[in-house]
């Protein structure tokens, strides 16, 4: 059974920095692309960034939006993905969930499996 289990969210002021992680069992890694997503109130689920496995390609994709502020990497031995979330903004605040599926991509439903999510506010 795959689990994503993600952990690092809080409360931040703007310009902070915060660093999720994404601890993953039950797939096969190495194999997987990793992406992370991100939901306001009211709003869909939007894409943030994805990572895939160097048998994939080695890939690395952000949302425009992030782009120059946040980091994703992967540790292929702790089997964990992580978001660097550099100078917030408002603007930034959600629920950030981390998702596998089998190829990079930025639209939610190619993902089948899906964390329980983690909240971030950032305060202006």
């Known amino acids: 059974q795959v689990q994503l289990v993600e952990s690092g969210g809080g409360l931040v002021q703007a310009g902070g920095s915060l660093r999720l992680s994404c601890a993953t069992s039950g797939l096969s890694f190495s194999w997987s692309a990793m992406g992370w997503f991100r939901q306001a109130p009211g709003k869909e689920r939007d894409f943030v960034a994805v990572i895939s496995s160097r048998t994939s390609g080695g890939s690395i994709y952000y949302a425009d939006s992030v782009k120059g502020r946040f980091t994703i990497s992967a540790d292929n031995a702790k089997r964990t993905v992580y978001l660097q979330m550099n100078r917030l903004k408002p603007e930034d605040t959600a629920v950030y969930y981390c998702?596998?599926?089998?190829?990079?991509?930025?639209?939610?439903?190619?993902?089948?499996?899906w964390g329980q999510g983690t909240q971030v506010t950032v305060s202006s």
């Open positions: 998702a596998a599926g089998s190829v990079p991509d930025m639209k939610p439903q190619t993902y089948n499996s």
